[in-house]
C-alpha cells in the first residue's frame, strides 16, 4: 500500500504565476487535510476535504488559494497570483476516518522567485 | 498564549540517554499526536493517542487527559533519532480537524 504521495516535490513560480500542488491520499482513505509550513516555523492546519467537499477551510487565507477533492483523482492546492510570501513546504496528509491517524506525504517546497 | 505548548524547544543529548520532551494543550481534545519531523522535512506520524500509553520500539507517548499534558519518552536514544518532535491536538472546532502543532522540539543526539 503506497503511502502518500505529493507532486511535485519541489515547485518554482515567479510571482504572480500560479501553483498547482497535488496530494494522492493512501488507498482507501478518503479524509485530506493540507498544512503549510513557512520557513523556520511550525505547522500550520490550512483545509480539510472529503471527497468533493471541503469541510473546513479555516485555515486557509482568503484570497488566491483553493482546494479540491474531486471524485476521481488527487486533491489539489491551488494558490493564485503566487507571491515571496507563499515559500513555504506544503504537506497533505490522508486517514481513512474523521479523528483517526494522519499519514503525511513528503511534502511541496514552493519557492516563488 | 499558543495552544499548544512543548518543551524543551532544543534538546542535545548523548547516544543511550532517556529522552523526555513535554507537550501541554489549552484546548479540549480528544487525541492528541506526535509527530516526527525528519532533517530532510519528512514528516512521519508516530502516535496518535486519547489515554493512557503507547509504546512502539523505543518510543512511548503518555496522555493525561485531566492536566492536558503527554509526554514522549525516547529510551535509549541513538543518533538516527535526531530530529524535531512535533505534538499537535485537533483545535475546539465540531469536526476536530483543524489540527494546532507546537512548535516542535529539536532532538539532537550524539554519539
Known amino acids: 500500500n503506497a503511502g502518500v504521495m505529493q507532486n511535485p516535490r519541489h515547485l518554482v513560480r515567479r510571482r504572480g504565476q500560479e501553483a498547482r500542488l497535488r496530494c494522492s491520499p493512501m488507498k482507501g482513505h478518503s479524509h485530506v487535510y493540507w498544512y503549510r509550513q513557512l520557513p523556520e516555523e511550525g505547522l500550520k492546519f490550512m483545509v480539510y476535504l472529503q471527497k468533493e467537499n471541503i469541510i473546513d477551510e479555516s485555515g486557509m487565507p482568503k484570497e488566491r488559494f483553493s482546494a479540491e477533492f474531486p471524485k476521481e483523482g488527487p486533491s489539489i492546492l491551488r494558490i493564485q497570483q503566487v507571491v515571496r510570501g507563499d515559500s513555504a513546504a506544503y504537506f497533505c496528509?490522508?486517514?481513512?476516518?474523521?479523528?483517526?491517524?494522519?499519514?503525511f506525504g513528503p511534502g511541496t517546497r514552493l519557492t516563488v522567485l | 498564549k499558543n495552544e499548544v505548548e512543548q518543551s524543551p524547544q532544543n534538546l542535545t543529548a548523548q547516544e543511550g540517554e532517556f529522552i523526555t520532551i513535554n507537550c501541554s494543550y489549552s484546548v479540549g481534545i480528544s487525541a492528541l499526536h506526535w509527530l516526527q519531523q525528519h532533517p530532510g522535512g519528512g514528516i512521519v506520524s508516530l502516535f496518535m493517542?486519547?489515554?493512557g500509553k503507547k509504546k512502539h520500539g523505543r518510543l512511548i507517548a503518555t496522555i493525561n487527559i485531566q492536566e492536558k499534558h503527554s509526554s514522549l519518552h525516547i529510551t535509549a536514544s541513538h543518533p538516527r533519532d535526531s530530529a524535531v518532535y512535533i505534538c499537535a491536538a485537533p483545535g475546539a472546532r465540531d469536526n476536530n480537524n483543524d489540527m494546532r502543532f507546537g512548535a516542535g522540539t529539536r532532538l539532537t543526539v550524539k554519539p
Open positions: 493517542l486519547s489515554s
Open positions: 496528509a490522508s486517514s481513512p476516518r474523521l479523528l483517526d491517524t494522519q499519514y
